[in-house]
């Protein structure tokens, strides 16, 4: 998630400080993906070094504001327009995981496998579950339309990582059955034909 982006595009809504963006950016995704404090006066302070933020004064409470600027608009125009680039995958733990787990002396890559599978379909469920929450009443406001979004992706995500197991398991199914049925390879040494059976070479 790209921290950055997401205040530039609450800020677009109007003036606001460190700890009311926090809020507002868990709100819209559900708390998902947590932020601090911390994390969110830093992303600003860059944001402001590089041009795309202002401060623009003080609330009632003495909280510094800020404002996105002209250039921060091009910015966030720039990031809704363009794809994401998927040509450099971020890492994923779970398929580093099973591909240290081939061949690993002393580790079942079976029950590797079914132990992530039990864990994945619990999420699934869950996240259902937090679906069919939302969907009591139908969603009004853009957090709860934005929460609902996420949690979708959740579920789809977790679909397509349950299907990526089985075809994992399938998969190391029919390489074991393939290497059973091979043939053993002849490690029998060789004979070499007795001196005797060699013609003589003539005087």
Excluded at 34 to 59: A, H, M
Excluded at 138 to 164: G, K
Aim: proline share 6%; aromatic share 6%.
């Amino acid at each position: 998630m790209s921290i950055r982006h997401g205040l530039l595009a609450l800020l677009e809504r109007g003036p606001r400080y460190g700890s009311q963006l926090r809020t507002e950016f868990e709100s819209r995704t559900g708390s998902t993906w947590p932020l601090n404090v911390g994390q969110v006066y830093t992303t600003l302070s860059r944001l402001e070094r590089d041009g795309l933020v202002v401060q623009d004064g003080e609330d009632d409470q003495g909280h510094a504001l800020y404002s996105i600027s002209d250039d921060g608009r091009t910015e966030l125009r720039a990031w809704f327009e363009t794809p994401v680039d998927r040509s450099s995958p971020p890492r994923d733990e779970l398929a580093i995981k099973l591909a240290m787990a081939v061949g690993a002396p002393g580790v079942d890559i079976r029950a590797v496998i079914q132990s992530q599978r039990h864990h994945t379909v619990k999420a699934m469920q869950d996240y259902t579950r937090l679906k069919a929450q939302a969907l009591t009443d139908v969603p009004t406001n853009r957090d709860e339309v934005a929460w609902l979004l996420v949690l979708e992706q959740l579920i789809f995500q977790a679909e397509a990582e349950a299907r990526w197991l089985d075809h994992c398991e399938s998969r190391l199914v029919r390489l074991a059955e393939a290497a059973a049925t091979e043939p053993e390879p002849n490690t029998s040494p060789r004979t070499t034909p007795r001196a005797a059976s060699r013609p003589r070479a003539r005087r």
